[in-house]
């Protein structure tokens, strides 16, 4: 039987469609799940796509972080559902702070869209399984509330528990601290990053290929081997 | 019907490059003297009912839980006088 992974739609996201495909390109059912229910229908683990939800008013992600589907996630991801968060998704998980730390306007307040080179620097979360550590990978990044920021102890903690999933390389494309582009909570199985691999699944589209795939291929790889 | 105040400002050490970009645009304009700008939000709450003890502290846990995020932002709750209102 083939493991089903729910995709989150909050209003306001833009990237669920995409990230169903991904999931489905995977190998694995892609279940659409809707913000206002509380049932996750027994997904095997859940995604938060990337978009606007709530126009990112107040802050990026705090409304959506309320939705009756929210109360059910941060349950069950405390149980150890594996939980991913794509940019908005990332958001909204640092506001449930299922992830330590918060998002902020990109440090030259502009909008980014670009080719963005990464290091996976945890190949051992529930995301990354498939990926090698240090492996080097190029996903599109696209947002405004880019910018990782965490206290100092934040910081050093999650520096030394290897709490830090990726990291960006060449340029730091936000002003995140310590060019954090995603993190891992301590039992690896809820990881938010601002990048976008579910962008990256295909081999016609972008510079990275199916670098992104590994994300999707990790999760149905730890599904299938629980 | 009685107004609150809550004010959101970034904590001290949060960079924050809008605020930043305001100070950078005043001598510019002919502003001088201003040697840096802190943006934040202010939300201005209508109360039914009296504004007492229990309201306030109904108004602080919703700051703290909703309208700041405390990793990053402080906020600062006080009872908006009207003018020439007598106490």
Redo the contacts between chains.
């Keep these: 039987m083939s493991a089903r992974v729910g995709v989150i739609t909050f209003p306001g996201t833009l990237d669920d469609r995409d990230t169903q495909r991904a999931v489905r390109l995977a190998g694995a059912e892609a279940v659409p799940l809707w913000h206002k229910d509380k049932d996750l229908k027994q997904v095997d683990a859940v995604v938060l796509p990337g978009g606007f939800s709530y126009g990112d008013y107040?802050?990026a992600g705090?409304i959506s972080r309320?939705s009756p589907i929210m109360e059910t996630v941060i349950e069950q991801a405390k149980a150890g559902l594996p939980v991913l968060g794509i940019c908005n998704g990332f958001q909204v998980l640092?506001?449930t702070?299922l992830l330590?730390?918060?998002m902020?306007?990109?440090?030259?307040?502009q909008f980014i869209c670009r080719e963005q080179k990464l290091r996976v620097e945890n190949a051992d979360t529930a995301w990354t399984v498939d990926y090698e550590q240090g492996q080097e990978i190029h996903v599109p990044l696209k947002n405004m509330d880019g910018?990782y920021?965490?206290?100092e102890r934040t910081l050093a903690e999650l520096e030394a528990e290897g709490r830090v999933a990726f990291r960006y390389l060449d340029v730091n494309p936000n002003?995140s601290l310590n060019d954090i582009a995603g993190i891992t909570n301590a039992a690896g199985n809820v990881v938010g990053l601002m990048p976008h691999p579910e962008h990256a699944v295909e081999p016609l589209i972008g510079a990275g290929g199916t670098d992104g795939l590994g994300f999707f291929t990790s999760i149905l790889k730890k599904l299938v081997n629980a | 019907m009685a107004r609150v105040v809550v004010d959101v400002m970034l904590k001290p050490e949060i960079l924050d490059p809008q605020g930043q970009a305001v100070q950078r645009a005043l001598p510019r304009l002919g502003f001088e003297g201003i040697s840096d700008v802190r943006q934040g939000k202010r939300f201005e709450l209508e109360v039914e009912g009296p504004v007492d003890d229990a309201a306030l502290a109904r108004i602080r846990e919703m700051a703290e839980t909703f309208l700041a995020n405390t990793v990053i932002e402080d906020f600062v709750v006080r009872v908006d006088e009207p003018a020439g209102a007598t106490s």
């Excluded at chain 1, 902020?104 to 307040?109: A, K």
């Design positions: 107040l802050r705090a309320f640092t506001e702070h330590p730390g918060a902020l306007q990109n440090n030259h307040l910018r920021v965490a206290d002003g």
